[in-house]
């Protein structure tokens, strides 16, 4: 158990629908990242937030969006949904904001199925 | 960040040591080699991170070459749960976190 918890662990909905997944990070730890997985893409990079402020981006599509709050939990938000956007997404969580400062923590990830 | 090649896949038998190599020949002076594994569709696992040095820790060992251009993560005694993708990514020393995974090393443990 990593210590990050992400819900819902699998959702189902239908293209053109909106999404919101949900990240608590470790106790303590103040950055919070999206990754997206694909079949056909591997782990992707999507964005971080440090302390309820956007700190990097990736490849994220302007459909998607995400937020840190001040509890330090964060959602991504996925809008217009496409077959393309089915895959899982995984949060992660460190202390710090920068590779020097330790391990990335990842959670066991949400599964989302587009029809 | 510096790009990474790993083989695709690799197996070795339950008990003996799994010797993963990675190839980074553009890594800079301030860029770490940090290796993830992903068993099956979990969530990417931390195992061990280096800049110069071989490092060790409970999970594994790494050795980087002194020109730190490769490096070899070690599993000194695989076991079935450690058939997983092996990830090899450099990483700058300030940089944000921004993992670049690659396609990894498909490890599989034989019994």
């Known amino acids: 158990d990593s210590g990050v918890t992400q819900t819902p662990k699998h959702l189902i909905t239908a293209t053109g629908q909106r999404v919101t997944l949900r990240c608590s990070p470790r106790?303590?730890?103040?950055?919070v990242y999206w990754y997206q997985q694909s079949l056909d893409q591997g782990l992707q990079f999507l964005i971080q937030y440090y302390n309820g402020e956007e700190r990097a981006k990736g490849n994220i599509l302007e459909r998607f969006s995400a937020q840190q709050f001040p509890d330090l939990h964060s959602e991504l938000n996925l809008s217009s949904l496409e077959l393309g956007d089915s895959a899982l997404y995984f949060c992660a969580s460190s202390v710090g904001v920068r590779a020097d400062t330790g391990e990335l923590f990842f959670g066991e990830g949400s599964r989302l199925t587009v029809l | 960040d510096a790009k990474t090649t790993q083989p695709p896949s690799m197996d070795c038998a339950e008990g003996r040591a799994a010797n993963l190599p990675c190839n980074h020949s553009t890594i800079s002076g301030n860029e770490y080699v940090y290796w993830y594994r992903q068993i099956h569709s979990q969530g990417p696992q931390y195992i061990i991170h280096g800049l110069k040095n071989n490092e060790t820790n409970e999970m594994a060992s790494l050795i980087i070459t002194e020109d730190r251009k490769s490096s070899t993560l070690i599993l000194p005694h695989a076991t079935l749960r450690d058939t997983a993708v092996y990830y090899c990514i450099v990483l700058g020393l300030d940089s944000s976190y921004k993992l670049i995974f690659g396609s990894g090393t498909r490890l599989l443990v034989r019994p």
């Open positions: 106790s303590g730890d103040l950055s």
